[in-house]
């Protein structure tokens, strides 16, 4: 084998009684670039203009179904030729074509659908024929045949960068016959104009943008160690589906980290509304509704299993649709915060209502001093405990969708919810019931009317967030993405 200073092209001598012949195979310019004669019906005649001319169509008639070609050449070497390229690479034997197709996986027409509504915009960067990306790209949905643009290398040497990144913006677009420094350029260009930018490859020569990438993709079944050591991502099966998929399983990753935030501090939120009623009317002689022991039993014990129930929750029907959130977005932002705010203070004011209403049925009025001993006093503050505990069930079940009804849910996709709230109940009763944990957490047992009020303040939780879900998805439907 003597390997070829042109494209994609290896030599192989062949010596047979005495005569050596050499053979070579590549991409079809390159190779016609070194022949000067072509075989025509079993005879070797000059390669003229006319056979130019049906050699290019025959090629872009072949590209155009997809197919990617190699030509094929060889030359008989004199006796006194040695085996260098610059003796061999010259006045070559145009033998013919050869046209090879790798059909698109199934599942990538899919892929591609789900990362256009996702936002995602795929642009073809390839070393090979514009023709042959364009029909595998119309095929599979990446581009419009109609509107598609091919630039190839040559022609992206005259563009400045402003002009490259324009040109990915106005989408279907194909970079054809690119070097490996033209496709790193392409990566810089969008990088710098603020896009984010993954990059796939397999080949040694493509470990510099898959290292430049803010994402580098990697094949894993095809690709070359080269390719895999530069990337961040490698693919064991080599499928772009495998690329959405992981997309969607990122965004559902993230989703559930703001479910879990939500709900954790929901309660902390609704914890502190007691300590703050407290603190304001303190000169009144107020009763502090919540015992800090009773905060320790919710925030260690209580709410964990729920909050980590969270993270286990199933992909979000939608989730694909939603655009691309911005780098500069923060996991706790303004909207996590409402949504904790709004939820906290609804249970807090829940919980407080039973309080109040315990003490008040008992004698009490504001500005009465209660004995934290006294029984009446340990009913309202059980009450307050009790309704942040059970409106968090309330919560867990609400907290499982961001727009979506939780109604319209599958009660089976999330088993670890039900076990979250079974202990919560379980552990609620112990503390509620038991005379040893009354006495620790300072709690007396409660009436079962007790228990319809606490199931209400749950129920409650459910719809104000069901309502806040309707105007979200109204938003959304009108292109807010805020909501």
């Known amino acids: 084998m003597i390997p070829f200073d042109s494209e994609r092209k290896r030599m192989t001598v062949i010596i047979k009684n005495g005569a050596k012949v050499a053979y070579t195979k590549g991409a079809p310019r390159s190779i016609l670039s070194v022949c000067d004669k072509i075989v025509v019906d079993h005879k070797i005649e000059r390669l003229s203009e006319r056979h130019l001319h049906t050699v290019e169509t025959r090629i872009r008639e ?3 179904e997809g197919l990617r070609v190699i030509a094929i050449a060889y030359k008989e070497l004199q006796e006194n030729e040695g085996f260098k390229a610059e003796n061999v690479e010259k006045n070559m034997v145009l033998v013919g074509l050869a046209a090879m197709k790798d059909p698109p996986r199934p599942e990538v027409k899919e892929a591609v659908r789900l990362a256009k509504q996702a936002g995602i915009t795929t642009v073809i960067v390839t070393g090979d024929y514009g023709p042959t990306a364009q029909a595998v790209a119309v095929e599979v949905g990446i581009l419009e045949a109609e509107k598609c643009r091919i630039i190839r290398g040559v ?56 290292r430049e990438a803010d994402i580098g993709v990697a094949m894993g079944a ?61 000169g009144m002689h107020f009763p502090l509704p919540l015992l800090v022991v009773q905060v320790l039993a919710i925030d260690l014990g209580i709410d964990v299993i729920p909050s980590l129930a969270l993270s286990r929750e199933p992909v979000e029907p939608g989730i694909m649709q939603e655009p691309p959130r911005s780098v500069n977005e923060r996991l706790f932002d303004k909207r996590v915060f409402l949504r904790s705010l709004y939820i906290g203070l609804i249970i807090s004011a829940g919980a407080m209502v039973g309080c109040l209403y ?26 307050t405990f009790a309704g942040i505990v059970v409106a968090q069930i309330g919560n867990v079940l609400a ?48 009436e079962p009317i007790d228990w319809a009020f606490l199931a209400l303040l749950a129920c409650t939780v459910i719809l104000a967030e069901e309502i806040r879900k309707w105007f979200a998805r109204r938003l959304a439907k009108n292109g807010h993405n805020d909501a």
């Open 222 to 282: 095809s690709g070359t160690d080269v390719a895999r050591e530069a990337s961040d991502m490698v693919l064991l099966d080599d499928s772009f589906a495998s690329i959405v998929k992981a997309v969607e399983s990122g965004r559902a990753i993230y989703e559930n980290l703001r479910k879990f935030i939500v709900y954790v501090f929901a309660h902390n939120f609704a914890e502190l509304v007691p300590y703050v009623l407290y603190a304001t009317f303190a």
């Open 62 to 64: 072949l590209a155009e």
């Open 358 to 383: 315990a003490w008040s049925q008992n004698g009490w009025s504001l500005g009465a001093q209660l004995d934290p001993s006294d029984p009446v006093y340990m009913k309202g503050t059980t009450m």
């Open 399 to 446: 907290c499982r969708t961001n727009k979506m009804s939780i109604f319209k849910t599958s009660l089976k996709s999330n088993k670890w919810i039900w076990l979250g709230i079974a202990s919560q109940l379980i552990t609620l009763s112990v503390i509620v019931y038991v005379p040893f944990m009354q006495g620790l957490f300072h709690t007396t047992a409660i």
């Open 155 to 210: 022609d992206l040497e005259t563009k400045s960068d402003q002009e490259i990144a324009e040109e990915v913006r106005k989408g279907n677009v194909i970079f054809a016959r690119v070097s490996p420094l033209q496709k790193l350029r392409i990566v810089k260009v969008l990088k710098k104009y603020g896009e984010i930018v993954a990059v796939t490859g397999d080949g040694a020569n493509d470990a510099p943008s898959l």
